[in-house]
């Protein structure tokens, strides 16, 4: 199976800072790699697909980058809305399609 | 509107079981493979089950395999899960979610339910 190590498991910054969330797979994903936005209470969200494939509709504040196994998302500018866990996850190969442990994203 | 509606969940037993239904509305269901991803109270996402768009392929997570079983009625628009033998670390937020590929098996989840709740208590 194909393990995604996501760190850091939380973190707390400023309202216009840039935050920065790295995944890591266990083995080579290609550009295989998601990430989602969950706020509490509700269901995930697709941000970007592809390791750096902005949906449409999502802020461009949002961004991802990376190949193989080391993988970055980036906030440029933190808003207060971006309040949330964001999730990291690998679609190389099923079963099983596995998430990242999560980062929780707090306003300082 | 493009939507995914769970049901079927609630508090059950340890050994009982369950059916999760995932009705999904707004595009054509059977040409697009589907999932269930749960959470327990306080963790991350766990992906649990896919199937096919045909129905015909179905894959599980190691945790489930042998317990649960994945199904589809394409005439109904229909997602289910038929969960047996439950256990307490079952407990969790059910959700359905659409792989954005279309048939594709191997995609991101381009749509999810609002999430159906399991409880396994006695």
């Known amino acids: 199976d194909i393990q995604m190590t996501q760190s850091p498991s939380s973190l707390s910054a400023s309202v216009g800072d840039r935050v920065t969330i790295t995944c890591q797979a266990s083995?080579?994903?290609?550009?295989?790699l998601n990430w989602y936005q969950q706020k509490p209470g509700k269901a995930p969200k697709l941000l970007i697909s592809d390791a750096s494939n902005l949906e449409t509709g999502v802020p461009s504040r949002f961004s991802g980058s990376g190949s193989g196994t080391d993988f970055t998302f980036t906030i440029t500018s933190l808003q207060p809305e971006d309040i949330a866990t964001y999730y990291c996850q690998q679609y190389d190969n099923l079963p099983p399609l596995t998430f990242g442990g999560g980062t929780k994203v707090e306003i300082k | 509107e493009v939507q995914l509606l769970e049901s079927g969940g609630g508090l059950v037993q340890p050994g009982g079981s369950l059916r999760l239904s995932c009705a999904a509305s707004?595009?054509?269901?059977?040409?697009?493979?589907m999932s269930w991803v749960r959470q327990a109270p306080g963790k991350g996402l766990e992906w649990v089950s896919a199937?096919?768009?045909?129905?015909?392929?179905?894959y599980y997570a190691d945790s489930v395999k042998g317990r649960f079983t994945i199904s589809r009625d394409n005439s109904k628009n229909t997602l289910y899960l038929q969960m047996n033998s439950l256990r307490a670390e079952d407990t969790a937020v059910y959700y359905c979610?659409?792989?954005?590929?279309?048939?594709?098996?191997?995609?991101?989840?381009?749509?999810w339910g609002q999430g159906t709740m399991v409880t396994v208590s006695s």
């Open positions: 199937i096919s768009g045909s129905g015909g392929s179905t």
């Open positions: 707004g595009f054509t269901f059977s040409s697009y493979a």
């Open positions: 083995q080579d994903i290609s550009n295989y």
């Open positions: 979610a659409r792989h954005g590929g279309g048939y594709q098996l191997l995609d991101a989840f381009d749509m």
